[in-house]
């Protein structure tokens, strides 16, 4: 897949960051954080680019990707109050707190194109699902909600696994019954590392959805 992005090189103190964004909004996607169910709302075009989004952010370990989903049209389902969306390596060592403070600095970005390799993606997607099996497994995603903002703290393998299930909900998502009528169809969901004290796990239910006027939309074979 290519990617047209937008590619910021802020300094916070002595340090370089680099941050990408989509370059054009993701206009009908929607996302709400997890308390501990969250909810993603998108049509096809959002499904496909977060799924490149995810592919992009698995194999760049040294870049923040941010998807500003605060700037889309509100859906008209759901619950909780819509959040931004960040990805980024453990490694790369980023803190919640300070995102504020880096989001600031993102000004004056370049254009440019990159292009997913899709097989190399459900490789390490299917790598992953194989060591899941393990006792000693413990490469899973972690979160977090700060500023408005959902991070998602991965590897190459837990990003590559996500942006697998956001091709499948792109995919198959409009082939499903009653999206024409406008209603979503649940098509898969990202689970989190819990935190301590039990409870309900923390998830986000990723939903396709067709956006309004319905009657531009079409099931593929209908």
């Known amino acids: 897949m290519r990617l047209n992005l937008t590619e910021f090189r802020p300094r916070t103190g002595p340090r370089e960051h680099r941050v990408v964004q989509p ?3 993701l206009r009908h996607t929607s996302l709400t954080a997890p308390e501990p169910i969250g909810l993603l709302l998108g049509d096809h075009d959002g499904l496909n680019r977060l799924a490149g ?4 952010a698995a194999y760049s370990r ?3 990707v941010h998807v500003p989903l605060r700037d889309g049209i509100p859906p008209d389902e759901g619950w909780g109050e819509r959040v931004d969306l960040v990805l980024a390596h453990h490694s790369y060592g980023l803190r919640p707190s300070k995102w504020p403070e ?10 440019v194109t990159v292009r ?10 299917n790598a992953l699902l194989r060591r899941r099996t393990r006792a000693d497994h413990r490469d899973e995603l972690r979160h977090a909600t700060h500023a408005r903002t959902f991070f998602l703290f991965g590897s190459r393998d837990t990003f590559a696994e996500t942006a697998v299930g956001f091709a499948y909900a792109a995919g198959w998502g409009p082939r499903q019954k009653r999206v024409a009528e406008g209603h979503s169809a649940l098509m898969t969901g990202i689970w989190l590392k819990d935190g301590l004290g039990g409870g309900h796990p923390y998830e986000v239910l990723v939903s396709f959805k067709p956006y309004p006027p319905y009657a531009h939309f079409k099931r593929p074979g209908d």
């Open 116 to 125: 997913t390799d899709e097989a190399r993606t459900q490789r390490d997607a």
């Open 102 to 111: 880096l989001r600031r600095a993102l000004k004056a970005g370049a254009p």
């Open 53 to 56: 989004l995810f592919s992009f």
């Open 62 to 64: 040294h870049t923040v």
């Open 23 to 25: 370059r054009h909004t």
